[in-house]
């Protein structure tokens, strides 16, 4: 592993609320990702980072945004939460070089 | 566009029987391959990785893959299947034209074992 993880784990929350999701990495990895995975589409990536304050969009961006202030830190937004972004949230980090990803545990986000 | 087919929604064999999942790409270079496994309520795991060489790649837990550039197809395969491997199993492709390492995923192969 990693050592990625993921807050928080589970968290329900009411439509037009905004939600903040963490991911915090231990390995100095240069790359970092968010996912969401849903059934039937496998996972789509929604922003990732290539460095601190280097960050772009992916195949599902809108609705969403991200910073990363540190190296360590890459924070998913949702600024105003919408049912259809009830999902499974997945970190991954990666380093120069690898080209492999390593993924944290998922965080399960309800919109209701 | 680059794209990933996993055929194969869900799969049922037998304890001790031999596996094969389906993954096909669309990449015009060179793909970095890789397949994933996802146990319930888990994130993802690397079972192997494809950059070059020989086109039949070894991992973790028995598994194997051979690249099939001709035939555009990434499959996984186990001799002897056991009741630990019931999962989801992900294929992904390194879309990469950048250096940013970007996935591509399949939609997943959910398997089942039967003791």
């Known amino acids: 592993d990693a050592g990625i993880t993921q807050s928080p784990r589970h968290k329900v929350t009411e439509t037009g609320t905004p939600v903040t999701l963490r991911c915090h990495q231990t390995?100095?990895?240069?790359?970092m990702y968010w996912y969401r995975q849903d059934p039937g589409h496998g996972l789509r990536l929604i922003h990732y980072?290539?460095?601190?304050?280097?960050?772009d969009k992916g195949e599902v961006s809108d609705g969403y945004s991200v910073s990363r202030s540190k190296t360590e830190d890459f924070l998913l937004t949702l600024e105003s939460a919408t049912s259809s972004q009830t999902s499974v949230y997945f970190c991954?980090?990666?380093?120069?070089?690898?080209?492999?990803?390593?993924f944290g545990p998922g965080t399960r986000l309800t919109v209701l | 566009a680059q794209s990933v087919t996993q055929p194969d929604i869900h799969i049922t064999v037998s304890e001790g029987a031999s596996l094969e999942l389906r993954c096909n790409y669309s990449?015009?270079?060179?793909?970095?391959l890789f397949w994933y496994v996802q146990s319930p309520g888990q994130g993802l795991q690397l079972l192997l990785k494809y950059f070059s060489g020989d086109t039949l790649v070894q991992g973790i837990k028995g598994f194997e893959a051979e690249f099939k550039r001709s035939q555009s197809s990434f499959n996984l395969r186990k001799p002897s299947v056991h009741w630990s491997d019931a999962a989801e199993y992900f294929c992904a492709v390194d879309s990469t034209t950048s250096g940013t390492y970007k996935y591509i995923f399949g939609t997943g192969t959910r398997l089942k074992v039967l003791a």
């Open positions: 990449y015009g270079a060179t793909p970095y």
């Open positions: 980072s290539y460095g601190v304050k280097d960050t």
């Open positions: 390995e100095n990895h240069r790359y």
């Open positions: 991954a980090t990666g380093s120069a070089g690898t080209d492999t990803q390593y």
